[in-house]
Each structure stands twice: as structure tokens, then as C-alpha cells.
């Protein structure tokens, strides 16, 4: 049973740091692109970042160039989303994706598995 656990969301004030995490289970995870995405109610799902399955090329939306980092540890079954200087406007929810393959991208229907999702909220 394919499987995607996000954690690591909460509140923090603006300026501040935040790790995610997204634990996977039931595929092997060196096959697939693991990518990020977060959305605001009433709002659309947005892309923010992903990863090949090459541990290579990444993909950042331009909003959080420079200020997301991912990572993964196909060992550990995870990927990390290290958000730096976080702003109010990255308040969502932050919800991790998988689709098969090699090639990186943040459209929405290429995703095949998706989590739950974890809140983030920036605010003073």
C-alpha cells in the first residue's frame, strides 16, 4: 500500500524556519520524482518544489527560490523541505506528491500518489 506522511508543519512567525518531512511507503522511492506542493483554500494547488529520482535536478517555484531547500534520503524512504525566512504569504497546506519516472515537474496531474498534507501558518 503506497503511503505519503507529512509532518513537520506549525506556526511560526515570519522570518523563521521550517522543516517537512514526507515519509514514504509501499514503492521504492529511488524510482519515483518526489515533488511539493501547497494550497490555500479557495485557491488552486500550486507546485513549490521537486526532486528527481537521480537526486539531481531540482524545480523551485519562483516565490520560494532561495529560500527551499529539498532533499531526500532514499535510505530513510524520505524527502525534506527546508524552508528558510518564511513569509505570511507561504501559509497553506504543504502536501507532498510522487510520480514515476525521471523527469521533474510541477503540474499537478502528473502526480500519481499524494499525503494528507501539514499546515503551515506564518504569522506574528
Known amino acids: 500500500q503506497v503511503q505519503l506522511v507529512e509532518s513537520g508543519g506549525g506556526l511560526v512567525q515570519p522570518g523563521e524556519s521550517l522543516r517537512l518531512s514526507c515519509a514514504t511507503s509501499?514503492?521504492?522511492?529511488?524510482?519515483?520524482?518526489i515533488g511539493w506542493f501547497r494550497q490555500v483554500p479557495g485557491k488552486e494547488r500550486e507546485g513549490v518544489s521537486c526532486?528527481?529520482?537521480?537526486?539531481?535536478?531540482?524545480y523551485y517555484a519562483d516565490s520560494v527560490k532561495g529560500r527551499f531547500t529539498i532533499s531526500r534520503d532514499n535510505a530513510k524512504n524520505t524527502v525534506y523541505l527546508q524552508m528558510n525566512s518564511l513569509k505570511p504569504q507561504d501559509t497553506a497546506i504543504y502536501f507532498c506528491?510522487?510520480?514515476?519516472?525521471?523527469?521533474?515537474?510541477?503540474?499537478?496531474?502528473?502526480?500519481?500518489?499524494w499525503g494528507q498534507g501539514t499546515q503551515v501558518t506564518v504569522s506574528s
Open positions: 509501499g514503492f521504492i522511492l529511488d524510482y519515483y520524482v
Open positions: 526532486i528527481s529520482n537521480s537526486d539531481g535536478p531540482a
Open positions: 506528491a510522487a510520480k514515476a519516472g525521471w523527469d521533474i515537474s510541477p503540474e499537478i496531474d502528473e502526480y500519481d500518489y
